[in-house]
């Protein structure tokens, strides 16, 4: 398995990121960088990339602080959502040209960003499974109880990783991956069982939905964004249809045959739906 150059910066909060660059044979191509989702990795994105092509486009592959191989310190501010949107800044200006970037973000990159486009409404994005947050103070304060829950269960030592992983995967939207043919199957579930319990839980405290501010109110100031959910994923399919509500620029793709990780469940018809994003098919 391809998994490119490895590089290491050192972002704001002085711990570091470990971001993945896998040129293409063209330069000249896009970027797209991938944002993954929480337990996740950059790793997780090269099924489309292989589906897509490698000579489709650049690739970098950030790993967020307390996953993959970035660091995972005490200091709760390198989690935080300046922190990931620095790192989002640093990695993005390892492109051959950081104008022609396209943010390829799932789950919890999606929510992250959303945010960065706020800064540069110049770039694309290509969303899977994202939200911008939760609208009323009830439903965040809901969330982030069920969230300290789990990041208690990993910080007071009443859950391994292991254990954590398990119940994480037990979620609806989540267990289909479960499912995957192997190695890929393998493959997703010993990344995700090899971060750091202190990353993981500090994740949910800096980036978790309860934890970002909400954005519903700002969507119609960003730019035309691409929101994918997997056909099978009704909730993020309301999601979506809301935020467009919000921004009738945004458009809408349903993925067939998936559910909230259609990038894992049906790589070949996402590549496809971003093909077409990148203007690389005439459908």
């Known amino acids: 398995m391809q998994t ?3 590089i290491r910066l050192k972002d704001v909060s002085g711990s570091c990121i470990t971001v993945r660059y896998m040129a293409s044979s063209d330069e000249g191509n896009p970027t797209i960088l991938g944002l993954h989702g929480f337990t996740g990795s950059g790793l997780d994105f090269l099924p489309l990339r292989d589906a897509l092509g490698a000579d489709s486009a650049n690739w970098l592959l950030l790993d967020f602080k307390g ?24 990695s993005r200006n390892l492109a051959p040209d ?31 499974g994202a939200s911008p947050g939760l609208a009323s103070n ?3 304060t809901s969330r982030i109880e069920m969230d300290d829950h789990w990041r208690e269960s990993l910080l007071k030592g009443t859950h391994s990783v292991q254990v954590f992983c398990d119940e994480w995967e037990n979620q609806p939207l ?8 192997d190695p890929l199957r393998q493959e997703l579930k010993t990344r995700r069982r090899t971060n750091n319990p202190i990353g993981l839980a ?40 809301r ?20 990038h894992l469940e049906n790589p070949l018809a996402t590549a496809e739906c971003l093909a077409r994003v990148l203007g ?3 459908r």
């Open 4 to 6: 490119g150059k490895q």
């Open 280 to 282: 690389r098919t005439g």
């Open 174 to 181: 989540i267990h289909p991956q479960t499912t995957l043919p």
């Open 67 to 90: 996953h993959g191989e970035s660091d995972s310190p005490d200091d709760p501010e390198a989690y935080s959502l300046n922190t990931a949107l620095d790192a989002i800044e640093r």
């Open 138 to 140: 009830e439903e965040r």
């Open 202 to 241: 500090s994740s949910l405290r800096g980036l978790g939905t309860g934890a970002l501010p909400s954005l519903w109110g700002a969507l119609g100031t960003l730019p035309p964004v691409q929101l994918v959910h997997g056909e099978e994923d009704l909730k993020f399919e309301e999601i979506a249809r």
């Open 243 to 262: 935020m467009r509500e919000e921004n009738p620029s945004f458009k809408v793709h349903a993925i067939p045959g998936s559910g909230h990780s259609p």
């Open 98 to 128: 950081p104008d022609n970037v396209l943010l390829l973000g799932y789950s919890m990159g999606g929510r992250v960003a959303l945010h960065y486009l706020k800064r540069y409404p110049q770039l694309k994005a290509f969303l899977i």
